[in-house]
């Protein structure tokens, strides 16, 4: 019995381990820009005092939900492919739900989430843009951990000036 939990516990750390890195090998390319926030930048992030009203209290309250944040950019076709095949190998080993998807002229956005204890909690969102009329951002892959509310993203794009922002927020709203 303490074998198969222990296999069990040693295959979850591995699919964590795995689905943490899978998006890194983009971090060190010189065709990618990379944001990279992670789990105690938010910390430091959420214990600002502020006297914060209406948006600003709303994200510094999302940031104390958040663990990290990734974002990776390129305008390089064949670097653009390349994420396009890592995020479908992603979602085939990994069960995310998908959201929404969007297809504007050539501008394709797809969303998918990971629920938490409730409908409304999200334990990750990845976002994928696809844009091949865009010569500086062919695609955007965006991914996001932690137990935050789908209502409360779109505060986080607004400050953070992200992109996919407005995709985003169309998604909280639906």
Same mark, same amino acid.
């Given at each position: 019995?303490?074998?198969?939990?222990?296999?069990?516990?040693?295959?979850?750390?591995?699919? $964590?381990?795995? %689905?943490? %890195? #899978?998006? +890194?090998?983009?971090?060190?390319?010189?065709?990618?820009?990379?944001?990279?926030?992670?789990?105690?930048?938010? !910390?430091?992030?959420?214990?600002?005092?502020? +006297?914060?009203?209406? #948006?600003?209290?709303?994200?510094? !309250?999302? $940031?104390?939900?958040?663990?990290?944040?990734?974002?990776?950019?390129?305008?390089?076709?064949?670097?653009?492919?390349?994420?396009?095949?890592?995020?479908?190998?992603?979602?085939?080993?990994?069960?995310?739900?998908?959201?929404?998807?969007? %297809?504007?002229?050539?501008?394709?956005?797809?969303?998918?989430?990971?629920?938490?204890?409730?409908?409304?909690?999200?334990?990750?969102?990845?976002?994928?843009? !696809?844009?091949?009329? +865009?010569?500086?951002?062919?695609?955007? $892959?965006? %991914?996001?951990?932690?137990?935050?509310?789908? +209502?409360?993203?779109?505060?986080? #794009?607004? /400050?953070?000036?992200?992109?996919?922002?407005? !995709?985003?927020? /169309?998604?909280?709203?639906?």
């Amino acid at each position: 019995m303490k074998k198969i939990i222990l296999g069990i516990v040693f295959m979850m750390f591995a699919s $964590v381990g795995f %689905s943490q %890195s #899978t998006f +890194d090998k983009y971090e060190d390319s010189d065709v990618v820009k990379t944001i990279i926030v992670n789990k105690k930048m938010f !910390e430091l992030m959420g214990k600002i005092e502020v +006297d914060a009203k209406g #948006t600003e209290k709303q994200f510094i !309250e999302l $940031v104390k939900k958040l663990d990290n944040l990734k974002v990776f950019m390129t305008g390089n076709v064949k670097v653009a492919s390349d994420m396009k095949g890592t995020v479908a190998s992603y979602l085939k080993s990994n069960p995310l739900e998908e959201l929404m998807r969007i %297809s504007d002229g050539g501008k394709k956005v797809n969303i998918y989430v990971k629920s938490g204890a409730s409908a409304n909690i999200v334990k990750e969102l990845l976002m994928f843009i !696809e844009s091949p009329e +865009d010569k500086e951002n062919q695609a955007i $892959v965006l %991914s996001l951990t932690g137990n935050f509310n789908l +209502d409360e993203i779109s505060a986080l #794009t607004e /400050k953070m000036n992200l992109p996919g922002g407005n !995709e985003l927020k /169309k998604a909280s709203k639906k």
